[in-house]
């Protein structure tokens, strides 16, 4: 299934499924999926990722360039059957994590179109989940650092 960013479907944008989908995929694991389960994520994402092709672009527009050129890239580079399952669950990782990309930046333009209107300065609204994992540090990272230190503990 190749459609370049011409050739479009619409798919209604809708951030949180097109997350879900995404999500979905970079949870699969390449040893206990099977290849037509990839191949379904797929379809899946490249849906989603025309969907949002122009709508999660960067405003800036060198950056939005470089973006077109990635998702072209990956848009024309669809594999076929003779491809190796494994080039197949590595194509299916870029589209989510691409995929990921462009929803945070959509959300990031509704929100900054919407916050324009907004009588709250942008310090006093609650600060929304980003949906990524932040590495702890402080306290916690130090006990985790000394707990791996000693012997027979952690990987060495």
């Known amino acids: 299934m190749t459609h370049t960013p011409n050739e479009t479907r619409e798919a209604p944008l809708n951030p949180e499924a097109a997350t879900r989908i995404a999500n979905d995929a970079l ?26 092709f122009e709508a999660g672009l960067p405003e800036d527009e060198t950056e939005a360039g470089e973006q077109r050129r990635e998702i072209r890239a990956l848009l024309l580079r669809v594999p076929g059957r003779q491809d190796p399952t494994f080039s197949t669950y590595t194509y299916m990782r870029a589209l989510g994590r691409v995929l990921r990309r462009h929803i945070s930046q959509y959300e990031a333009r509704q929100e900054n179109e919407g916050a324009e209107g907004d ?38």
């Open 119 to 156: 009588a709250l300065p942008a310090e006093s609204r609650p600060e929304q989940p980003s949906g990524t994992y932040r590495v702890p540090s402080g306290p916690a990272m130090l006990a985790a650092q000394r707990w791996l230190s000693f012997p027979g503990r952690g990987h060495r």
């Open 27 to 52: 949870s699969l694991q390449l040893g206990t999926t099977t290849r037509p389960v990839i191949e379904e994520q797929i379809d899946l994402l490249l849906e989603q990722l025309e969907a949002f």
